[in-house]
């Protein structure tokens, strides 16, 4: 006997498993599915190409309801993302960006992860720049998580006026009356100004504006910082994308 489901989702990971079959690991609104595709090593499967890497797919499965395990009965690709395979820098860029979604996916936030993956894969189709949209992703991942920064007043005297700085450690603005130059860094108005617009917009709107390049990246890197060290956590890819940019 078996249990048949039918589900969307992107492929995150595709890991192999004895000589022909592979494990593979979908995201899906639900939450992250994972099924044998079996002799999807040899040259002539039929699901090669539907189980490339970060290929978003609709597919049948069956459950044996023995092993519990799910199995790939046949399935369509709904998205190719194998015209991106020869810009590294996007690569590495989709994959840190699903490594972060492996590291701080629960049941509460599959569904925006899920969206947010699905807006960010459209806008490196398009070839928005990559820096815009690592910096809007990974706002939005720290809004998924519960670490969004205040960005509507200073954290420490709740003054709206004169924000001359970020405190990742107080979680948001400092004012200048609260600026401490021993602990604090003061930050520059764009910065600032980015800072409080990635945290209000919404992300669709975000990752399609114009927004500063510079800024972008540097405050991605900030970013990246708070959230690994908020959830004691570090991914391959940056040091990798790094390498890229350097």
């Known amino acids: 006997m078996t249990n048949s489901l039918e589900t969307t989702g992107f492929i995150i990971s595709a890991t192999t498993y004895k000589?022909?079959?592979a494990i593979i690991n979908l995201l899906t609104k639900s939450g992250v599915i994972t099924f044998v595709a079996r002799g999807i090593m040899k040259i002539d499967s039929k699901f090669g190409t539907l189980c490339q890497l970060y290929n978003k797919v609709e597919v049948s499965l069956d459950q044996s309801r023995r092993s519990g395990y799910y199995n790939l009965?046949?399935?369509k690709v709904l998205t190719n993302f194998q015209p991106i395979y020869e810009n590294l820098e996007a690569m590495v860029t989709i994959s840190l960006l699903v490594e972060i979604i492996r590291k701080t996916i629960d049941e509460y936030n599959v569904e925006t992860l899920y969206n947010l993956l699905s807006c960010t894969y459209e806008?490196?189709?398009?070839?928005?720049?990559?820096?815009?949209?690592?910096?809007?992703?990974?706002?939005?991942i720290i809004i998924a998580t519960g670490l969004k920064l205040?960005?509507?007043e200073c954290v420490r005297c709740h003054s709206q006026k004169g924000i001359l700085s970020l405190s990742f450690d107080d979680g948001g603005f400092v004012c200048q009356k609260c600026f401490n130059p021993s602990v604090d860094v003061q930050c520059k108005p764009l910065y600032i100004k980015l800072v409080r617009y990635l945290f209000i917009a919404d992300y669709h709107e975000a990752i399609n504006k114009d927004l500063p390049l510079f800024e972008s990246q540097k405050l991605f890197d900030d970013l990246y910082d708070f959230l690994c060290k908020q959830l004691s956590i570090s991914l391959k890819s940056y040091k990798l994308l790094k390498k890229i940019r350097e």
């Open 19 to 21: 000589e022909n079959d």
């Open 150 to 152: 205040d960005v509507s």
């Open 123 to 140: 806008a490196i189709l398009n070839k928005v720049d990559l820096s815009i949209i690592r910096v809007v992703f990974i706002s939005q």
């Open 73 to 75: 009965v046949t399935g």
